[in-house]
């Protein structure tokens, strides 16, 4: 199998967004278009600082999801919300009750997907999921999540309407989204982390940290 570390760097700016099919598809709840501001802490990063993460064994957090192939895995899309939770009570269960609160389904239909966990020196899959809606006829925003470390790392993206497969029409938007979601019940949107995880269509490398 390829050496990972290599794999990684040549898998950054590469690989393709989720996709299922579908059929007899019910309509998506209208979402919440109000965002939040690019920068509303001191501490975020600005564009031009270089990656604090290059590669996963750098830091707790997951960088990227993977599918699994027939040799191996392939990165799909990147990590962009991340929460440092090693210090409080809260943990993954917490994180997902704020998307139980705004009527997120937490069985959609989706894929399988994975993310590196680097004391287990393997890839797991992922531990709690969410979307807006359960097939996302027009669209929909949709989480996948894993709590490593005492860190919950969460991969966020906006998906194309099925017609029948969903496609990924935005990583910001949904990133967006959810920092509205957890900014109004309480926890504190932080700033970003800079991952070398940049990819299309809009994801700029900067994960948004989520504090309790």
Known sequence: MTDRRGFLRRVAAAGAGSALGVAALPT????????????????????DRPPSVRVEDDAPYAMWQYK????????????NVVFPLSSSDRGLPE???????AGWQRTPI???????????????????????????????????CWELEGAVSMQVHEDTPAT??????????AQRRIERLFDDAGWTVDGTVRFANEKGPDHDGHATVIRP
């Open 110 to 144: 989706e894929y399988a997907r994975y993310a590196w966990h680097r004391e287990r020196e393997t890839y797991v899959l992922q531990q709690a999921t969410a979307a807006e809606s359960f097939y996302g006829r027009t669209g929909r925003n949709h989480v996948r």
């Open 164 to 173: 029948p497969n969903h496609g990924i029409a935005s990583y910001e938007r």
């Open 68 to 79: 699994a192939t027939g040799d191996g895995y392939a990165a799909t899309s990147p990590i």
């Open 28 to 47: 998506t709840p209208e979402a919440d278009t109000e965002l939040m501001p690019r920068d509303r802490s001191p501490s975020a990063d600005p564009d």
């Open 95 to 101: 994180v997902m009750s704020v998307l139980d609160a």
